[in-house]
Nanobody, 114 residues
């Protein structure tokens, strides 16, 4: 199993970014996928999750209405569209799945700053 995130970077407050996580080594469409984030000095927190079909999504309360998780099973990729970004969204964002054990990507840094 391999998860590779991309799309992070520096963005001004109010801006947008789209993160991608390309998966390999398992039947992607069968698995629930999640995005987590970890800010400096803080614990890793769940951002959003999506079922294998993409039919059901879940969000942490602070991200509802600003972030959208989606997936393209033909491309083995899960996305996180982030709008109206705030400085407190600054963190390393990780892709995650569980297949007998937890699997994590290497993370992608998102920095929201003027």
């Amino acid at each position: 199993v391999q998860l590779v995130e991309s799309g992070g970077g520096l963005v001004q407050p109010g801006g947008s970014l789209r993160l991608s996580c390309r998966a390999s080594g398992f039947t992607f469409s069968n698995y629930y996928m999640r995005w987590y984030r970890q800010a400096p000095g803080k614990e890793r927190e769940l951002v959003a999750g999506i079922t294998g079909t993409g039919g059901t999504t879940n969000y942490a309360n602070s991200m509802k209405g600003r972030f959208t998780i989606s997936r393209d099973n033909a491309k083995n990729t899960v996305y996180l569209q982030m709008n109206s970004l705030k400085p407190e969204d600054t963190a390393v964002y990780y892709c995650h799945t569980f297949r007998f054990v937890d699997y994590w990507g290497q993370g992608t840094q998102v920095t929201v700053s003027s």
